[in-house]
């Protein structure tokens, strides 16, 4: 035997099988490739959809971390310079 040839039949094996394991995973195309309808106007919609909805609240903890910021900045005043710096 050469060099070269040694497992190369392990190796086919190997890919056949993995050949097979993905063909049988992902699901055939046939001729459709692109989707019954356009897919962009839907998305659009759920993007404004959600927006609607995150744009009128804001959650409670972001109201007590902003309290908690001006609380700390009128106990230690010298710290106000390093919080607007890290905003």
């Not at 609380?71 to 890290?86: C, D, K, M, S, W």
Request: charge should be negative.
């Amino acid at each position: 035997m050469k060099n070269g040839d040694q497992g190369s039949g392990i190796r086919d094996q190997c890919e056949d099988h993995v050949t097979q394991l993905l063909r049988s995973a992902v699901p055939a195309l046939g001729d459709q490739l692109e989707p019954h309808s356009d897919l962009w106007p839907a998305m659009l919609r759920r993007f404004d959809a959600e927006n609607m909805h995150t744009a009128k609240r804001v959650p409670w903890f972001d109201w007590a971390l902003a309290g908690g910021l001006v609380v700390f900045a009128a106990i230690a005043p010298r710290t106000i310079p390093v919080i607007l710096y890290y905003l």
